[in-house]
C-alpha cells in the first residue's frame, strides 16, 4: 500500500509538472506575439539595444567618418547624446542604420561652420538600404540620389539657412531633396524653418512609390517660415498623416509656394493631412496640383485655404489633369468670393485642345464658408467621364462651368 502511494504522489506530480510546463510555453508564445506587435509599433524613443559601432560624444567629423566606413552592410551605428561638428560630406554606405543611441537626440551640425547656406549631403552612390533614425541635423540638407530603399525616420532638421538672394524659384533649399529614388520612406520628422531663412521641406522629383508619413512641418510661429512643406513630381507617392503649419502671419510672396505642391505626377495620394497657414492667393493654397494622371486627395483638413487644380501649357509632357478624386475633405476660410483660391478651384491657361481635364470627381467636402469654382476653358464632357462630377458638397458659393455634371451640392 505503501508502495502504491509512491507511485500515485510520482504520477500526480508528473501531469502537475506537465501542466504547468504547458501554460508556461503557452504563456512564453503569448509574450513572443506580444514583443512582435510591440516592435511594430514603436516610437522615436526607442533605443538601441545592439549596435556594431559607436559615435561617441567628442568625435571630430573625422573621426566620425571612419566609424562610418568601418561599418559593413547591415551593421548599427549607435550615436551617443552630444553636438557633432559636420564640416563635409558624411561617408554613407549601402545597409548601415545610424541610431541615436538613447531618448536624448543627438546633434548634428553645420550651423557654425557653413554661414551662406546649408551644408549639402550629396549621396549619389553607396546610398540604399540605409535608415536614418533620430538625428537632429542643423543647417544640413541632404540630397539623394538613386537611392532605393532608405528611409529618414523621426529626425530634426532645423536651422536651415536660406541661400542669400534667392526666392522660391531656388529649389536647392528643402532639407531633404530626392531624385530617381525608389522605395523611400520620410516619416515621423520634424522640419523648421526661421524667421529670414525660409525653405522646403521635402522635395522629390522622378521617384517612384516614395512615402511621406506623420512628419511635422512648422508650428504656426517661430519655426513656420516654410516655401513650401512638400514638393512631389514623382509617381506613386503617398502623403499621409502630416501637419503641416505655415506662419499665416508671415507674408512674402517671392518666399511662398504652397503647402503641398505636386506636378508632373502618377497616383499619387494625399490623405489625412491637416495643413494651414497658407495665403488664399495664387502664391498660396493648401494642396496644388497640376499637369498629372491619377490622385487620390481625401480626408484632409485644410486651414485659411483650400486646394488648386491646374494645367498649365509649359508642362507639356503631361498636358492633362485627369483621374483625380477629391473626396470628404474639410476647408476653413474666411469668406467665398468668386474666384478658384478659397475653397476648391480649377484652370486651365490654354484652350488648345491639346491639353485637357478628364474624370475628375469632387464629393463630399466640407467648405461650408468657402468657394467651389471650375472655369471656362473646361471640357465638361472629359470632366464628367468615368463618373465624374461634383456631387453632395457643403459650399458656401459654387460656380461651375456649362456641362459639368453636379448635384446635392448645398
Known amino acids: 500500500m505503501y508502495k502504491l502511494e509512491d507511485f500515485l504522489v510520482v504520477v500526480l506530480g508528473f501531469l502537475f509538472f506537465v501542466s504547468c510546463s504547458s501554460t508556461n510555453v503557452d504563456m512564453e508564445e503569448e509574450i513572443e506575439e506580444e514583443a512582435i506587435e510591440e516592435k511594430d509599433s514603436v516610437d522615436q524613443d526607442t533605443i538601441v539595444v545592439f549596435s556594431n559601432h559607436k559615435i561617441t560624444n567628442g568625435m571630430t ?34 545597409g548601415i542604420t545610424i541610431h541615436k543611441e538613447s531618448s536624448v537626440t543627438p546633434i548634428f551640425t553645420a550651423y557654425d561652420t557653413s554661414t551662406t547656406e546649408m551644408l549639402e549631403q550629396y549621396w549619389s552612390s ?18 539623394i540620389r538613386n537611392a532605393s530603399n532608405t528611409s529618414f525616420r523621426y529626425c530634426i532638421f532645423d536651422y536651415g539657412r536660406r541661400k542669400a538672394g534667392t526666392t522660391k524659384t531656388y529649389t536647392q533649399d528643402a532639407y531633404i531633396q530626392m531624385y530617381n529614388c525608389d522605395d523611400m520612406l520620410v516619416k515621423g520628422n520634424v ?28 508650428n504656426s510661429g517661430a519655426e513656420g517660415y516654410f516655401v513650401t512643406a512638400i514638393n512631389d513630381n514623382s509617381d506613386g507617392t503617398s502623403i499621409s498623416g502630416n501637419t503641416i503649419s505655415r506662419n499665416e502671419s508671415w507674408v512674402d510672396f517671392d518666399e511662398t509656394d504652397h503647402g503641398i505642391y505636386v506636378h508632373s505626377f502618377n497616383d499619387v495620394i494625399i490623405e489625412n493631412n491637416t495643413i494651414s497657414g497658407w495665403p488664399a492667393a495664387g502664391e498660396g493654397g493648401a494642396i496644388k496640383i497640376r499637369n498629372g494622371d491619377g490622385a487620390l486627395i481625401q480626408n484632409n483638413t485644410m486651414t485659411t485655404s483650400g486646394i488648386l487644380m491646374y494645367v498649365y501649357v509649359s508642362t507639356a509632357a503631361h498636358p492633362y489633369l485627369k483621374n483625380i478624386e477629391i473626396i470628404n475633405n474639410t476647408i476653413s476660410v474666411a469668406n467665398s468670393p468668386n474666384d478658384i ?22 464629393s463630399g467636402n466640407n467648405l461650408s464658408a468657402g468657394t467651389l469654382k471650375i472655369t471656362s476653358p473646361v471640357d465638361a464632357t472629359l470632366f464628367n467621364s468615368n463618373n465624374g462630377g461634383v456631387y453632395n458638397n457643403s459650399i458656401g458659393t459654387i460656380y461651375l462651368a456649362s456641362g459639368i455634371n453636379n448635384s446635392n451640392n448645398y
Request: proline share 1%; with cysteine.
Open 191 to 218: 522640419f523648421k524653418r526661421r524667421l529670414g531663412n525660409s525653405g522646403r521641406g521635402i522635395y522629390t522629383v522622378d521617384c517612384v512609390d516614395t512615402g511621406i508619413a506623420n512628419n511635422t512641418f512648422g
Open 61 to 94: 567629423f573625422s573621426e566620425i567618418n571612419t566609424v562610418l566606413k568601418s561599418a559593413s552592410y547591415g551593421d548599427t551605428i549607435a550615436v551617443e547624446p552630444g553636438t557633432y561638428v559636420i564640416t563635409g560630406e558624411l561617408a554613407i554606405k549601402n
Open 126 to 143: 553607396n546610398n540604399r538600404d540605409i535608415d536614418i533614425y533620430g538625428i537632429q541635423f542643423r543647417n544640413i540638407r541632404i540630397n
Open 341 to 362: 483660391y478659397h475653397g476648391i478651384g480649377y484652370w486651365r491657361n490654354t484652350t488648345s485642345s491639346g491639353f485637357y481635364e478628364e474624370s475628375i470627381l469632387i
